[in-house]
């Protein structure tokens, strides 16, 4: 028999067992790891983003986008609170617009109306503005602060407009007035008879009410003109509603627009005149008063202030020439001294003859 080269008689357990291969009870890879978990945590923007949303709106809106963004690659918590942080934020922006919006619409609506009242709240009846160079007056009244009329009522156009005057450059003349407008007139001429009026003034309701049918009677018999000067003097006595200068200058918008109303208009103010310390009528009872005689609505005029400086001017006028109180009556230039007013009228009268 051949023998077998690989057989080896001594070798009682067989056939050599193959060498092993170098790697055997190795492992040949290495064990899968399981994998590390990631404590979860919440993203910070979006915290921020929340609590930035109460107070600074534009902040949370910007820090919740961040940290939305953030959250989608990082797989953090926190996407309600950044969320939360960008809807607020939007909302609380829109709200501040909207209210922005709303304030700047209401200011434009009532803001001139209201600065001008308190203008006047603020401001002394003696020192109520001062006389400028260009005072803006009416049509039917003069520079002054009057409103003239002639036989049966006519009116007589002014001579002098409120913006024909340098104010600042008057000066009480020694000895009279005429500077102011008064003086005596001319041989043959009308005499001129100049009332100072407020209509706040229960004295001046009482001259009304005791002398004013024999002024239109020397009126309407071509002896004198009749010139009504309202001023400003009572405000302090109208309980906060400066009603004195309000009644002036619906007045003056009488006499702009109707002027051959204003004497009636005059005596619905005196026959509707509030006691003292109380605040009278207002803006629409004026005007309704206005359109009760048969004059022009005057409604826009007293709600646009058009006539407030004018009052101003010519009450500063009045006190700047040391007319301080009413009713102040002058005749052929001169002033009224408290007597019996017929008995003084008709002495001034005579002597013109």
């Not at 919440?42 to 809106?61: D, E, K, P, R, Y």
Request: proline share 6%; net charge negative; with cysteine.
């Amino acid at each position: 028999m051949g023998e077998n080269p690989q057989h080896n008689p001594d070798n009682t357990q067989g056939w050599p067992p193959p060498t092993p291969p170098s790697h055997y009870g190795q492992q040949p890879y290495s064990p899968f790891a399981a994998p590390q978990l990631k404590p979860e945590t919440t993203n910070t923007l979006a915290i921020v983003s929340f609590v930035l949303a109460f107070f600074v709106s534009i902040a949370a809106v910007i820090t919740g986008h961040l940290a939305l963004s953030q959250i989608r690659r990082t797989g953090e918590k926190g996407r309600g609170f950044a969320l939360a942080g960008v809807i607020l934020g939007y909302v609380s922006m829109a709200t501040t617009v909207i209210a922005v919006i709303v304030a700047i619409t209401f200011w434009g609506v009532i803001g001139p109306a209201f600065m001008g009242e308190l203008e006047k709240q603020g401001t002394p009846v003696t020192e109520q503005g001062t006389a400028s160079e260009t005072l803006t007056g009416t049509a039917g009244m003069n520079a002054f602060g009057g409103i003239t009329f002639g036989p049966q009522g006519a009116v007589i156009a002014p001579s002098t407009q409120a913006e024909d005057m340098n104010y600042p450059s008057l000066e009480l003349a020694e000895g009279g007035l005429a500077d102011l407008g008064i003086a005596a007139s001319a041989d043959g001429e009308a005499v001129q008879a100049v009332v100072y009026l407020d209509f706040m003034c229960s004295h001046c309701a009482d001259f009304e009410k005791n002398n004013g049918a024999a002024l239109r009677q020397w009126r309407d018999q071509g002896k004198v003109t009749v010139e009504y000067r309202p001023v400003a003097f009572l405000n302090d006595a109208t309980d906060g509603s400066y009603y004195s200068s309000l009644s002036a200058e619906a007045a003056a918008c009488v006499a702009d627009t109707s002027p051959e109303k204003f004497e009636a208009f005059a005596a619905e103010l005196f026959a509707h005149q509030p006691a003292m310390n109380t605040a009278g009528l207002d803006d629409t009872a004026l005007a309704e008063l206005a359109s009760g005689v048969g004059a022009e609505d005057i409604t826009d005029c007293l709600y646009d202030w058009d006539m407030t400086d004018f009052v101003s001017g010519s009450t500063y006028l009045a006190t700047s020439y040391e007319i301080t109180s009413v009713p102040a009556v002058y005749l052929d230039g001169q002033k009224w001294d408290g007597t019996d007013f017929a008995a003084f009228g008709q002495k001034v009268l005579d002597a013109k003859k």
